[in-house]
């Protein structure tokens, strides 16, 4: 199906939960709705289902106006993050009840469905039990696999997994995206998480604050983010942005104030040290002839290391908390541009206080201008 949304504006009083906004949404593929709480996803998503009629716009499916047909006309399956299941209903006849609604299948053929989905979704030892005898995470799978197996051609998905546990959601997500995979339906999911998004992989549709900032592949977002906005929503942990200043060949990373300093006089006065590192390093590369004098660099916490190649730039810095997280380790620290996380892969021990200097290939940093518009990105995404 081919669900388009033109100019949908919502607005509730005097709150405005989304701007005008254009999106074609590519047809049977996911598309991943990623944003903060309050971005806007759950708004859009009602809008989509026909939940709530949009103030300003229009929404067609397969070139049909839809607008306003409210959402028991539509064949649309929906799961949010609060499961809703029916009580008296064992998990398997909850499961079953879309087929048994759509007709068609004999009883054998919609039990097999039925434990088939159960089986994906690791509830089938709960078939024959009522949803308040599970647990909120059981309750959750319950409503997905009655979702999948409505098998709509639209299927809305709000933040399903927030509510399990770490190991079963990684589970899950692999899970469904071999299930989306296998069926027709267009999906959207919503998610707060960058990593999610990457790991369904599909389109990804980037909200901020109401707005839709970006649409496309989701490598393309998050390789090569439109502005600041969207690299700041598409990183976890969140992007390290340096201020600097464009030179005769390319640009220079200013340091950051101290003191109340302005950030062109700390630069001149930089203390040497771990803390300081004396200059603030140059990047040489081509920046187009409109950028402007102020810019911002964005470099990945992945892409920080603490051993040097050749061509890095080096930051002297200052350890301030290292946590190690699953098979990572985060690496807080001071510099003179700014205080910077890097994300090194493996299980490192680092004191607090400790003189370390993180290192960054300029191919890898992001170039924004004043306008927080996208200047420069990586050199692997231009050869891509």
């Known amino acids: 199906m081919r669900l ?6 919502q607005k509730v009083g005097a709150v405005q939960h989304l701007y005008p906004l254009d999106l074609a949404l590519q047809p049977g593929a996911v598309t991943v709705l990623l944003g903060a709480t309050q971005a806007g996803k759950t708004s859009l998503m009602r809008v989509m289902a026909g939940l709530d009629k949009p103030t300003a716009g229009r929404v067609t499916v397969d070139g049909a106006d839809v607008t306003g047909m409210p959402v028991r006309e539509r064949n649309v399956a929906m799961v949010y993050q609060q499961f809703i299941n029916y009580p008296s209903m064992s998990v398997a006849d909850n499961i079953a009840s879309p087929l048994k609604l759509r007709g068609g299948m004999d009883r054998a053929a919609i039990d097999a469905r039925v434990r088939q989905l159960a089986g994906k979704l690791h509830i089938e030892p709960f078939l024959a039990r009522l949803p308040a005898e599970l647990s909120g995470g059981q309750q959750q799978r319950v409503a997905l696999a009655r979702a999948l197996a409505k ?24 899970e469904l995206t071999q299930l989306f995979a296998a069926g027709d339906s267009t999906v959207v999911y919503a998610t707060t998480e960058p990593g999610e998004a990457l790991l369904l992989g599909g389109w990804t549709a980037v909200l901020d604050a109401g707005e ?7 490598a393309e977002v998050f390789h090569a983010p439109t502005s600041l906005r969207v690299a700041r929503a598409f990183s976890d942990p969140p992007m390290n942005l340096i201020a600097a200043e464009a030179t005769s060949g390319g640009l220079r990373l200013r340091a950051a ?25 140059a990047l040489r590369m081509t920046l187009p002839a409109s950028a402007s004098r102020e810019l911002t660099v964005g470099i990945r916490a992945a892409a920080l290391r603490v051993r040097p190649r050749d061509g890095d730039i080096a930051l002297p ?59 420069v990105a990586p050199e692997r995404i231009k050869r891509a």
Not at 212 to 218: I, N, P
């Open 4 to 9: 388009l949304l033109e100019q949908v504006a």
């Open 151 to 174: 098998d709509a051609p639209l299927m809305l998905l709000d933040e399903p997994l927030v509510n399990l546990d770490y190991k079963l959601r990684e589970e899950l997500r692999e």
């Open 212 to 218: 839709l900032l970006q649409y496309g592949r989701t």
């Open 257 to 281: 104030p101290t003191d109340g300093a302005a950030p062109a006089e700390a630069a001149r006065t930089a203390p040497a040290g771990p803390a300081g590192g004396g200059e603030a390093p």
């Open 317 to 375: 810095a200052t350890v301030e908390l290292a946590e190690i997280s699953g098979s990572d380790t985060f690496v807080h620290a001071r510099t003179a541009v700014g205080e910077l996380v890097a994300q090194l892969t493996g299980v490192h021990d680092f004191e607090l206080g400790a003189p370390v200097v993180l290192h960054a290939d300029p191919a890898q940093a992001y170039v924004f201008g004043a306008d927080g518009a996208l200047l």
